[in-house]
């Protein structure tokens, strides 16, 4: 009998000991794995399905850019107002906030390209939040223009931002290569 209870204890120890190493080398995981947010602006769904996937394969919490105000249904009236928004430095009053945008590490900043550059309303979001550190990762979502001076723009107005330079784009909801580039970024 003394020794089962001998060769039980021996196994408890050992049992415990194993488990609480597990515990400790995942608690080290999750301390190491970054804190991320993706924020985008969407006019027609293409950059809000992006981020939705980014979401789906890196985890994080995901946050939808609105402002106050609309845009006309009929195309090329909507992408007129567009283009004097942009040319007038417009940056539309917010609707939402994020709480604590301290406690994220990295952020996916998702904009569609209108007329070469970021939206007024990605704008807007640059100009509310301190991102200053943070590592923000660009996806720029088109219709044929690429990236053009979406990330350049959105560097300038980033300040102190460590912005991604391989930015993801997309020509509309063209995602075939989407996982690959989200491993090559290490996160």
């Not at 408890?12 to 947010?37: D, M, R």
């Amino acid at each position: 009998m003394k020794k089962l209870f001998a060769l039980t204890s021996c196994f408890l120890s050992l049992f415990g000991a194993a488990n609480t190493q597990a515990a400790t080398t995942e608690v080290n995981n999750l301390a190491q794995k970054p804190k991320i947010l993706i924020a985008y602006y969407s006019y027609s769904g293409n950059t809000k399905a992006v981020a939705e996937a980014i979401q789906k394969s890196v985890g994080g919490d995901i946050f939808e850019i609105k402002a106050e105000g609309s845009y006309p249904e009929e195309y090329r009236a909507m992408t007129q107002q567009a283009k004097k928004e942009i040319q007038d430095n417009y940056r539309p009053k917010l609707i939402g906030k994020i709480d604590n945008i301290g406690q994220y590490d990295v952020i996916f900043l998702g904009s569609p390209n209108w007329w070469g550059t970021i939206t007024p309303q990605v704008s807007s979001f640059l100009a509310s939040y301190d991102l200053s550190g943070k590592r923000v990762i660009p996806f720029i979502t088109h219709g044929g223009g690429g990236v053009q001076n979406t990330v350049r723009d959105l560097t300038v107005q980033c300040s102190g931002c460590k912005i991604e330079p391989n930015a993801w784009t997309s020509y509309g909801q063209d995602m075939s290569k989407l996982d690959e580039w989200l491993q090559a970024l290490k996160l």
